[in-house]
């Protein structure tokens, strides 16, 4: 079956940086889109950085572009989220998610993505 699992969170100051992982198994990688979503409390999840692993398109939210990057390692089928800049406000506990390409309309929309991960937690504080 699908299964996604996070690495790489923790605290970091704000103005610091920090790689996420997002390892993957059980699906037809090239068919699939994956993103990285986080939730802060009390705040809906959103997307942040959606890849299409069969061609490598990205799709990136206002708020972190310029400052995250997505980028996939296919032969270790594991999606990377590096985060620069970091801001107080991008603390949040972050998901990485998986979509069937057939199954997009949009690239990033939580709702269209059918398997998660348990998330990981970023805290950025000083």
Known sequence: QVQLEESGGG????GGSL???CATSGFIWDFYAIGWF??????????????NIWDGRVNVSDSVKGRFTIDRD?????????????????SAIYY?????????????????????????????SS
Do not use: F
């Open 38 to 51: 986080r939730q802060a409390p009390g705040n809906e999840r959103e997307g942040t950085s959606c890849i």
């Open 19 to 21: 790689r996420l992982s």
């Open 96 to 124: 990485c998610a998986a979509a069937r390409l057939s199954d997009l309309q949009g690239m990033c929309a939580v709702a269209e993505y059918a398997y998660w991960g348990q998330g990981t937690q970023v805290i950025v």
């Open 74 to 90: 296919i032969a270790e089928r594991t999606v990377y989220l590096q985060m620069n800049s970091l801001k107080p406000e991008d």
């Open 11 to 14: 605290l970091v100051q704000p």
